[in-house]
């Protein structure tokens, strides 16, 4: 069976109890492999986006039922970093239940990361916004 996932974007916000503002961040949310102080802020958001994408595609399992009934389709899935480095799931959009649930199991079994900080080197709570697209080939 041949499948493919397609990482179409990445952005990320601080949230406000209420409200939510796109902010620059001194530092941004960073795997354990990517924490070099060496690395612009540049290369450690590259590395993040590599390493959130390689985890995503290294943990994913396309649910059997999915592929009997040929579900694909675009989850789009919003979480937060919090300032402890946690993650916790905001929103899951997609065409079906299966892969609704899916893309939830595989972003809540990130490790936990080193949170984005401000200029003052204070922990940020932000968010994610992270569409995957879930397609079967050869079917």
């Not at 601080?14 to 503002?21: G, I, R, V, Y």
């Not at 595609?57 to 039922?65: A, I, L, M, Q, S």
């Not at 300032?83 to 649930?101: C, Q, R």
Request: charged share 25%; glycine share 4%; with cysteine.
């Amino acid at each position: 069976m041949l499948f493919a996932l397609f990482f179409l974007g990445l952005s990320y916000a601080q949230t406000d109890d209420t409200k939510e503002k796109t902010i620059k961040v001194a530092t941004p949310p960073l795997f354990k492999e990517c924490e070099n102080n060496e690395m612009s802020k540049e290369e450690q958001y590259i590395c993040f986006r590599k390493n959130l994408d390689r985890h995503v595609r290294v943990t994913f399992e396309y649910p059997e039922e999915a592929i009997k009934e040929h579900i694909t389709g675009r989850v789009n899935i919003t979480f937060c970093i919090n300032t402890d480095g946690t993650i916790t799931t905001i929103s899951v959009k997609a065409p079906h239940k299966l892969l609704e649930n899916e893309a939830k199991r595989v972003i809540e079994s990130l490790p936990t990361l080193i949170p984005a900080k401000d200029k003052d080197g204070n922990p940020l709570k932000i968010t994610i916004h992270y569409p995957i697209n879930f397609e079967l080939n050869g079917y």
